[in-house]
């Protein structure tokens, strides 16, 4: 008779975990600064794209309305997609404060699409407000989680080997 597989010892498992964590700070720089060019581009759609008045036909059309506008709603559906991978990176690293912030993070960023695609059917002040103010929260969540994340170990650190 076999006995039964042995757990891994903890230093098996802190060799995976490491790796994933180390990322983690270079995913949250990168959708920190997509979300701040998202912002930027949200703002030229406020100041310079002319939607058609609330109620006409094809009015909510995001692509076609001009090409910031398409590119703002473009660019917000890859950052939905770059949260969840942000989301899934902390979950697989079992990073448990980097699993919180990625998904208020996420959550934020859906909140900001849902008030985007309120404000192109609606075309009201407070549907614009809300937007920014999600995207201003998920801006602190990723901005935070950029100092929560573990940093990677410089060559000459402990347990890196030297090159």
């Known amino acids: 008779m076999t006995s039964p597989p042995a757990a891994a010892p903890p230093s098996t ?23 701040a060019v998202q912002f930027a581009l949200g703002i030229g759609v406020n100041l310079y794209v002319t939607l058609p008045a609330a109620g006409h036909p094809g009015h909510a059309s995001w692509f076609g309305n001009g090409a910031l506008l398409a590119l703002h709603a473009a660019l917000g559906m890859f950052l939905i997609l770059a949260a969840i991978f942000v989301l899934v990176r902390a979950i697989m690293a079992r990073n448990a404060t980097m699993i919180v912030i990625s998904a208020a993070g996420l959550v934020a960023i859906l909140l900001a699409a849902f008030f ?3 404000f192109t059917d609606k075309l009201t002040d407070g ?25 990677r170990k410089a060559v000459g650190d402990a347990e890196v080997p030297r090159l």
Do not use: D, W
Request: aromatic letters at 6%.
């Open 13 to 35: 498992q802190k060799q995976r975990t490491e790796p994933r964590q180390a990322g983690l700070r270079q995913a949250n720089l990168a959708i920190l600064i997509v979300l």
């Open 116 to 118: 985007g695609s309120g």
């Open 127 to 151: 549907y614009s407000l809300g937007m920014a103010l999600a995207t201003a929260v998920a801006l602190a969540c990723y901005a935070v989680g950029l100092f929560a994340a573990p940093a």
